[in-house]
């Protein structure tokens, strides 16, 4: 039984420092992903966007409430809000859906540079920022640059199709 219990000590010892020595081979990379979001274009855009929506959407309900208010019996005024408020549920329901749909998009190309940052330099891991105490060489910069590269080349591209 002591010679089991010692064979299983030893494996686990062995094991522990191989995986030691696994992990001290790797190359870490770590990323402030708040920073990146943060100086992103393409978010910077879309705030932009989604405050111009919400504006208009805002204009949109003082006609409506002006409209309602100019209708000249209750029965009149209720069958209008009613109309307008099933109008103002899909609008908004458009607007958050195109919202959510960009701000997918938005990650997903957050995620992909962050991927195509640590594939060019080598990286094994990356480890959001927030989760180091220490070491792990820090790629956000790398990474806003190649974000806002991409958003460049984008909004070019997009722009020609509009020419067109």
């Known amino acids: 039984m002591r010679k089991l219990l010692s064979l299983l000590t030893a494996a686990l010892i062995l094991s522990f420092s191989t995986f030691n020595v696994a992990l001290a081979e790797q190359k870490i990379a770590i990323v402030d992903i708040t920073a990146v979001v943060k100086n992103s274009t ?36 209720e069958k209008m809000l009613n109309k307008y408020n099933d109008e103002f549920k899909k609008k908004k329901e458009v607007v958050t859906a195109n919202y959510q749909n960009k701000l997918n998009a938005i990650d997903k190309s957050i995620s992909d540079a962050i991927a195509q ?11 959001t920022k927030g989760m180091v105490l220490y070491g792990g060489d820090d790629i ?14 984008t909004s070019s591209k997009t722009t020609a199709k509009k020419r067109r």
């Open 140 to 153: 956000t910069l790398d990474v806003q640059n190649a974000l806002n590269k991409q958003s460049t080349s």
């Open 42 to 77: 393409q978010v910077q855009a879309l705030k932009k966007e989604q405050t111009a929506q919400m504006k208009e959407l805002e204009k949109w309900l003082q006609n409506a409430k002006t409209n309602v208010e100019k209708q000249p019996t209750k029965e009149a005024k």
């Open 117 to 127: 940052q640590a594939k060019l330099k080598g990286y094994d891991m990356v480890i």
